[in-house]
C-alpha cells in the first residue's frame, strides 16, 4: 500500500473503498474502449512473437486479479474455467506453467465472447471485495490491486502498440480508428534545437514512498553526474530524414556493432512502419497510412538507431539519471493516450527555462542498461517476478508516449526495451557534455 493508500486507510476506509472502487471501473473500462473499433479478426492475430492478441491482454489482466487478489482474499471465490490459469499466465513460473508466449495466436478457444465474460465475472467479484475489505488483509489487497491497475494500464499501451502492428501487416493499411484528434497544423516550422545545461554534481533519483511505483524505480538513492547538457525537444522526423538521406543506415562508423549486423540482416533503411510511396515518405498510423510530419518527434526506433543518430549528430544519448534530475522538476504534462491523437505531435513552442516533450509523445531511449539500483529488492512471493528477472541485456525508456495513460507515468518510471525492438512508440533526446 503506497503512503497515501495508508493514511486514507488509517482515517476512512470507506473512502478509501469507494476511490479504489471508482479507479478499478475506470481503468477497466478504458481496456474494453480501446478494444470497442476492432473486428473480431482482430482480436486473434499474433503479428509476431513479442505481440499479444487483443484477446490475449484482455485476458490476462484479468486473470491477475484472480489469480494474485481474488484466490487468495476472496473466501470461496471459483473460477470459471480452471484453464485460463495456464491459457493466460505470462512469465510467472513460481505460480505456474505459463502458456508459450509466441503460440498465443493459436488459442482459438476459449472465444472472444468468453474472454469478456471471463472479464465481467472477476469485475463483479472485484467489486465485492473491494466495497467490503476485510479488516486483516486490507493493506495487502488494496497493494495489489494497485498493482493490478498499474499493470492493466501498461497493457492499454502495448495493446495499442499491438494493434497498430497487426493492422500494418496488412498491405491495405487497415485503419484502426477514423476519428482520432487531428493536431493543429503547424504555422512555422518547429523551433531550433537548444541546450539546457546542468552542473550535475550528487543528486538522488528513484521514487521515495510517497504515490505508487514499481519496485524496480526502487530504492531512491544517490549518485553522481558530471556537468551535462539536454536538448530542449525531441529529435524530429526530418531531422531523422537527413540523417537518412546522409547514409545514416549505410555508415557503419556510426553504429554499435550489434546494431549494424541487425541493420544488414533485417534490411533496415529507416524507421519501423516508414514506407516510400511515389517518392515520398509515408507511414503507418493508427489511422492507417499518413504522410510522414516532419516536424512531430521521429517514432518506432530502435536504440541502436538512436545510438546511431547521436553519433552522427555529434552528441549522445542521456543516462536515465540525468534524464530524470532534469524531469523532476517538472509537471508530467504532455501528449497521452487521453490526448486522442496515439501519435506524437510536434512540439508547438520551447521554454527558456525547462526541455520541453520530457512527457508523453514518445518513449525516450537512454543509455543506461535496465538494472537494479542499489540495495533493489523484488516483491515477495511471485510478484517478485513482475519486473526483478528482466534486469538482464535490456536498456531504459523514459517519459512515457502517446499511448500512455496520462495518471500512469511519473519522472521515476522506468520501462524497458531490448535494444533491437521498435514496435513500442520510442525515439529520442539528445544529450551532451558541458
Excluded at 493508500?5 to 481496456?31: D, G, K, P
Excluded at 475489505?133 to 499493470?151: D, F, S, W
Aim: charged letters at 20%.
Amino acid at each position: 500500500m503506497s503512503h497515501l493508500a495508508r493514511e486514507m486507510y488509517n482515517e476512512n476506509a470507506n473512502a478509501l473503498e469507494t476511490l479504489l472502487l471508482q479507479r478499478f471501473r475506470r481503468i477497466r473500462r478504458v481496456s474494453e474502449a480501446l478494444c470497442a473499433p476492432l473486428e473480431i479478426e482482430d482480436y486473434l492475430i499474433q503479428s509476431m512473437p513479442d505481440v499479444s492478441p487483443p484477446k490475449w491482454h484482455l485476458a490476462h489482466v484479468t486473470w491477475f486479479f484472480e489469480a494474485f487478489v481474488l484466490k487468495p482474499f476472496l473466501p470461496g471465490y471459483q473460477t470459471p474455467d480452471p484453464a485460463y490459469d495456464y491459457f493466460f499466465n505470462s512469465y510467472y513460473e513460481t505460480h505456474g506453467t505459463p502458456f508459450p508466449r509466441a503460440q498465443r495466436g493459436l488459442i482459438s478457444r476459449p472465444t472472444v465472447a468468453d474472454v469478456y465474460r471471463f472479464r465481467a465475472y472477476v469485475d463483479e467479484a472485484m467489486e465485492a471485495l473491494l466495497m467490503h475489505l476485510p479488516e486483516e488483509n486490507a493493506e495487502e489487497i488494496v497493494r495489489r490491486t494497485e498493482l493490478g491497475l498499474n499493470h492493466e494500464q501498461q497493457h492499454q499501451e502495448l495493446l495499442l502498440m499491438d494493434i497498430k502492428h497487426i493492422l500494418a501487416q496488412n498491405p491495405l493499411h487497415p485503419c484502426y480508428r477514423s476519428d482520432l484528434a487531428t493536431p493543429a497544423a503547424a504555422v512555422a516550422p518547429v523551433a531550433p534545437l537548444r541546450w539546457h545545461a546542468y552542473p550535475g554534481g550528487v543528486c538522488q533519483i528513484g521514487a521515495d514512498g510517497s504515490e505508487f511505483a514499481f519496485d524496480c524505480e526502487t530504492p531512491r538513492h544517490r549518485v553522481y553526474l558530471e556537468p551535462f547538457q539536454l536538448a530542449s525537444r525531441l529529435v524530429t522526423n526530418g531531422e531523422y530524414l537527413a540523417f537518412i538521406e546522409d547514409q545514416g543506415y549505410a555508415r557503419s562508423n556510426l553504429w554499435l556493432s550489434d546494431g549494424f549486423a541487425l541493420l544488414r540482416k533485417n534490411g533496415w533503411q529507416a524507421p519501423l512502419y516508414w514506407e516510400k510511396v511515389d517518392g515520398s515518405w509515408y507511414h503507418m498510423t493508427l489511422s492507417g497510412l499518413q504522410p510522414i510530419d516532419e516536424q512531430a518527434p521521429v517514432c518506432h526506433v530502435s536504440f541502436y538507431e538512436a545510438e546511431a543518430y547521436a553519433s552522427w549528430a555529434g552528441a549522445r544519448l542521456p543516462s536515465e539519471a540525468e534524464w530524470e534530475l532534469a524531469a523532476a522538476r517538472l509537471q508530467p504534462t504532455g501528449n497521452f493516450m487521453e490526448n486522442d491523437y496515439l501519435r506524437p505531435v510536434a512540439c508547438d513552442m520551447l521554454a527558456d527555462t525547462s526541455p520541453q516533450q520530457m512527457f508523453g509523445d514518445v518513449w525516450e531511449w537512454t543509455a543506461s542498461a535496465y538494472r537494479p539500483y542499489p540495495g533493489f529488492k523484488p516483491l515477495p512471493g511471485s510478484l517478485g517476478e513482475y519486473n526483478g528477472k528482466f534486469m538482464s541485456s535490456q536498456m531504459v525508456l523514459r517519459g512515457g508516449c502517446c499511448a500512455t495513460p496520462a495518471d500512469h507515468i511519473r519522472a521515476t518510471y522506468r520501462n524497458f526495451f531490448y535494444p533491437s525492438m521498435r514496435w513500442q512508440f520510442a525515439g529520442l533526446r539528445l544529450a551532451k557534455e558541458i
